[in-house]
């Protein structure tokens, strides 16, 4: 009976090993398959020397600054202004040594700002309207200094903000008559824009075709010239030699 039971008790033991190799053999090549190599060898440098992920320590960061903002209003601005001042050193760094990153960079910032307004312009529209028309004001008081300062490059931007008023009218016009109409009827002033630049192509198609007019009488004066030309020639090579002979 002892052999029995020492034989069974040894099989046990046998088998509960052998179970336990393969689960650990399990665990280990599972976390080979869900864990990049080299996950657990070595420092994270992902993290930046940050004791968790960059996504986590953004997340609590927010959650301070909200904090901050409730307990204490001035402290939160100043805090907000100097990573402000921040942001526009790195910019300004892209934009000499890096420009195709510094397009990118913008173009993430302008799609991230378009994003939250029409997600305020659904969910909360009376603060759109605040965001909007501060923005207004903001871009405003940029321009005008730029208007007494640089008057070349306010040129330009204006330039630049009438060629996109034109296109995104024209697409509305085209895609949505109603939504353009209902602008129209909104900004008065835009109907007078309009019709300044549409007399203003005018103008440009006729002086296009006043210069075509001028070139093509131009030519066919030339065409004149040459033809009587040849006719004189003609007449002088078909005419008597007597009287050739008599003018000379």
């Known amino acids: 009976m002892r052999q029995v039971n020492l034989k069974r008790l040894s099989s046990a033991l046998v088998i509960l090993v052998f179970s336990l190799s393969l689960s650990s053999v399990f665990a280990q090549s599972f976390q080979e398959q869900t864990t990049p190599p080299g996950y657990t060898q070595g420092e994270k440098t992902g993290w930046q020397g940050q004791d968790s992920p960059l996504g986590q320590l953004r997340k609590e960061r927010v959650e301070k600054l909200k904090k901050l903002r409730q307990e204490d209003p001035e402290k939160f601005k100043e805090v907000v202004a100097k990573h402000k001042e921040k942001v526009k050193e790195r910019l300004a760094y892209l934009k000499e040594n890096n420009p195709e990153k510094y397009k990118e960079v913008i173009q993430r910032i302008q799609a991230k700002r378009r994003k939250q307004l029409e997600y305020l312009k659904k969910n909360n529209p009376e603060k759109f309207k605040q965001v909007v028309q501060k923005r207004k004001e ?87 010239r040459y033809d009587r030309r040849q006719d004189f020639r003609h007449k002088r090579k078909s005419g008597p030699r007597g009287h050739r002979s008599g003018k000379k």
């Not at 490059?153 to 024209?170: A, D, F, P, S």
């Not at 016009?173 to 630049?197: G, M």
């Not at 075709?209 to 009488?217: A, L, M, S, T, V």
């Open 138 to 224: 903001v871009l405003e008081s940029k321009l005008q200094d730029i208007k007494e300062n640089n008057p070349q490059r306010y040129k330009k931007i204006m330039q630049k903000r009438h060629m996109k008023q034109k296109k995104r009218l024209e697409y509305i016009k085209k895609n949505d008559p109603d939504k353009y109409q209902q602008i129209l009827k909104n900004h008065p002033r835009l109907t007078d824009c309009i019709e300044d630049i549409q007399d203003r192509g005018e103008d440009r198609r006729d002086r296009r075709e006043d210069y075509k007019d001028r070139k093509e009488d131009y030519w066919d004066r030339k065409e004149d």
